[in-house]
T-cell receptor, first 112, second 111 residues
Framework: EADIYQTPRYLVIGTGKKITLECSQT?????MYWYQQDPGMELHLIHY???????EKGDLSSESTVSRIRTEHFPLTLESARPSHTSQYLC???????????FGPGTRLTVL | GQQLNQSPQSMFIQEGEDVSMNCTSS?????WLWYKQDPGEGPVLLIA?????ELTSNGRLTAQFGITRKDSFLNISASIPSDVGIYFC???????????FGEGTQLTVNP
């Protein structure tokens, strides 16, 4: 059973607002990931981290940024939200040996 | 990068029927994972496969790591309405360091 949490679960905001999506895990996993997913569609990797102070951009270009100051915490920030950012954002983590990823419940973001 | 071809894209079945879906690639993979995602939720890991030829069951679910290391299948026996959702395969390429995901199979079970 994976212990990975995301807050908020749902967020509706206006254009231009700055937002931070929180992700935390209690499993001590070094690797963490952020995916963007439209309803019923495939997952797109937007950021990943292999440990503290390590962050990399994923396969899908994103205007969001991430930070990894603590092992258990991997927040994602949008400085100025736009309607095109409306999507579901999924956080995941994996242990070092197997790379098996465990997902959080997701944040459903709507930008008006 | 390595691509995964997941099929079928969608399935409509009657309750009680068995279901089979698969993922294939032209590349070799070291790990195959199968996830289920309910609407508005994150994917939940169903089965993890780490060795070629491995056959693993989880209740009514059975998955196999293809002997060529280029494919995997997931079977669901005696489907029930709560099996409805999107099933994703994911693989860790032998020549890569990150998981590659399939496009998903949308399963609908009619009672």
């Amino acid at each position: 059973e994976a212990d990975i949490y995301q807050t908020p679960r749902y967020l509706v905001i206006g254009t231009g607002k700055k937002i931070t999506l929180e992700c935390s895990q209690t499993m001590g996993h070094d690797k963490m990931y952020w995916y963007q997913q439209d309803p019923g569609m495939e997952l797109h990797l937007i950021h990943y981290s292999y440990g503290v102070n390590s962050t990399e951009k994923g396969d899908l270009s994103s205007e969001s940024t991430v930070s990894r100051i603590r092992t258990e915490h991997f927040p994602l920030t949008l400085e100025s939200a736009r309607p095109s950012h409306t999507s579901q954002y999924l956080c995941a983590s994996s242990p070092p040996v197997t790379d098996t990823q465990y997902f959080g419940p997701g944040t459903r973001l709507t930008v008006l | 990068g390595q691509q995964l071809n997941q099929s079928p894209q969608s399935m409509f079945i009657q309750e009680g029927e068995d279901v089979s879906m698969n993922c294939t690639s032209s590349s070799i993979f070291n790990t195959w994972l199968w996830y289920k995602q309910d609407p508005g939720e994150g994917p939940v890991l169903l089965i993890a496969l780490y060795k070629a030829g491995e056959l693993t069951s989880n209740g009514r679910l059975t998955a196999q790591f293809g002997i060529t290391r280029k494919d995997s299948f997931l079977n669901i026996s005696a489907s029930i309405p709560s099996d409805v959702g999107i099933y994703f395969c994911a693989g860790l390429p032998a020549s890569g360091s990150r998981l590659t995901f399939g496009e998903g199979t949308q399963l609908t079970v009619n009672p």
